[in-house]
């Protein structure tokens, strides 16, 4: 069966495999009141059937806490979020899970690894390896490259690739190389004016052994 991403835009993915959802970095504002060149392509009123929802850290480019409760209400979706999300998050403190990093479980059927994020700028930046039968996104959230990144293996990839506070386009490439999924994602790109570039470069850096997809806020891959 299928599995299927879709991408909203800078950091957002909606993931669907072996019958759960998982939702990923819900944001539609900029970041320190920057402008958004490139907009999101979430609603947060059409998303329904949520399983988990994940944040990789505070930031308002990934973490916008009225839009997330406004998911929860609607979808009773359990949060998996570093505690200075959660703290900020006024919403059922039963759907509320503290992620912390090295740390490995299930939740509402979907194993989760939360992996380390070098992200200076944040109080509690992490990542996830998250699995769904036999299915595996790494959501590296925001993160420059780290020694032991390899540690997180998973069918699909999503790299940041923009340069400022993470990963550059070479960069996650040469991550992509030590990590070897078979599928490549790159996000965290053109969404400001700091980050207006294209992927064309980070698919000429990352060679052979796996497959960049590109897509666009909105669009959607489905993987074998």
Same mark, same amino acid.
């Given at each position: 069966?299928?599995?299927? #991403?879709? &991408?909203?835009?800078?950091?957002? =993915?909606? #993931? $669907?495999?072996?019958?759960?959802?998982?939702?990923?970095?819900?944001?539609?504002?900029?970041?320190?009141?920057?402008? @958004?060149?490139?907009?999101?392509?979430?609603?947060?009123?059409?998303?329904?059937?949520?399983?988990?929802?994940? *944040?990789?850290? %505070?930031?308002?480019?990934? =973490?916008?806490? $009225?839009?997330?409760? @406004?998911?929860?209400?609607?979808?009773?979706?359990? !949060?998996?979020?570093?505690?200075?999300?959660? $703290?900020?998050?006024? #919403?059922?403190?039963? *759907?509320?899970? /503290?992620?912390?990093?090295?740390?490995?479980?299930?939740?509402?059927?979907?194993?989760?690894?939360?992996?380390?994020?070098?992200?200076?700028?944040?109080?509690?930046?992490?990542? &996830?390896?998250?699995?769904?039968?036999?299915?595996?996104? &790494?959501?590296?959230?925001?993160?420059?490259?780290?020694?032991?990144?390899?540690?997180?293996?998973?069918?699909?990839?999503?790299?940041?690739?923009?340069?400022?506070?993470?990963?550059?386009?070479?960069?996650?490439?040469?991550?992509?190389? *030590? *990590?070897?999924?078979?599928? !490549?994602?790159?996000?965290?790109?053109?969404?400001?004016?700091?980050?207006?570039?294209?992927?064309? /470069? =980070?698919?000429?850096?990352?060679? %052979?052994?796996?497959?960049?997809?590109?897509?666009?806020?909105?669009?959607? !891959?489905? #993987?074998?």
């Amino acid at each position: 069966m299928a599995s299927k #991403i879709t &991408y909203y835009g800078h950091s957002c =993915f909606l #993931i $669907e495999a072996d019958g759960h959802t998982v939702l990923v970095d819900p944001s539609l504002m900029a970041a320190a009141g920057q402008k @958004r060149v490139l907009k999101s392509a979430l609603d947060v009123e059409k998303i329904k059937g949520v399983d988990l929802l994940l *944040l990789t850290h %505070e930031h308002a480019d990934h =973490f916008e806490p $009225e839009s997330v409760k @406004r998911i929860i209400e609607r979808t009773n979706a359990t !949060v998996v979020a570093p505690a200075p999300c959660l $703290e900020k998050l006024d #919403i059922n403190p039963r *759907l509320k899970v /503290e992620a912390k990093t090295g740390q490995e479980f299930a939740a509402r059927g979907v194993k989760l690894k939360v992996t380390k994020a070098v992200h200076p700028q944040s109080l509690y930046p992490v990542g &996830y390896v998250i699995t769904m039968g036999a299915f595996s996104v &790494y959501h590296a959230g925001d993160t420059y490259s780290y020694t032991g990144i390899e540690a997180n293996k998973a069918t699909v990839a999503l790299l940041p690739i923009g340069g400022v506070y993470t990963m550059d386009d070479n960069d996650a490439a040469n991550a992509c190389k *030590l *990590l070897k999924p078979k599928y !490549v994602i790159p996000m965290h790109y053109g969404t400001f004016e700091e980050l207006e570039q294209e992927a064309g /470069e =980070f698919v000429r850096f990352l060679g %052979e052994g796996t497959k960049a997809i590109v897509l666009k806020p909105g669009q959607a !891959v489905n #993987i074998q």
